[in-house]
Nanobody
Framework: QVQLVESGGGLVQAGGSLRLSCVAS????????MGWYRQAPGKQRELVAA???????NYADFVKGRFTISTDGAASTVYLQMNTLKPDDTGVYYC????????????????WGQGTQVTVSS
């Protein structure tokens, strides 16, 4: 079973930057997409950014031009560079891998990390 561990969250002032990392433990043989979601208090979880295994990226409108998603190219780590942070960016950020398979299990499944808190003060 692949597990995801996020890091890099914290408290930052508006206008600042953070870089989130998500490391996958265990071998990912293939996947459809890796992504970052966030959930603010009292709100539903929403997509922030995603990157497919072929490198195509997709961003929510509210982060376009400010956030950048990338991987290490080895299907083991996905990053989210967050610049020009705003108080509305506050929330728990979750890493997700969609449609992954392992060398031991060809059945696709999705998995989530436990989340990392991002707090942006005004």
């Amino acid at each position: 079973q692949v597990q995801l561990v996020e890091s890099g969250g914290g408290l930052v002032q508006a206008g600042g930057s953070l870089r989130l990392s998500c490391v996958a433990s265990g071998s990912i043989f293939s996947y459809n997409a890796m992504g970052w979601y966030r959930q603010a208090p009292g709100k539903q979880r929403e997509l922030v950014a995603a990157i497919t295994s072929s490198g195509r990226t997709n961003y929510a409108d509210f982060v376009k031009g400010r956030f950048t998603i990338s991987t290490d190219g080895a299907a083991s780590t996905v990053y989210l560079q967050m610049n020009t942070l705003k108080p509305d960016d506050t929330g728990v950020y979750y890493c997700n891998v969609e449609g992954l398979t392992t060398p031991w299990n060809p059945l696709e499944y999705d998995t989530w990390g436990q989340g990392t808190q991002v707090t942006v003060s005004s």
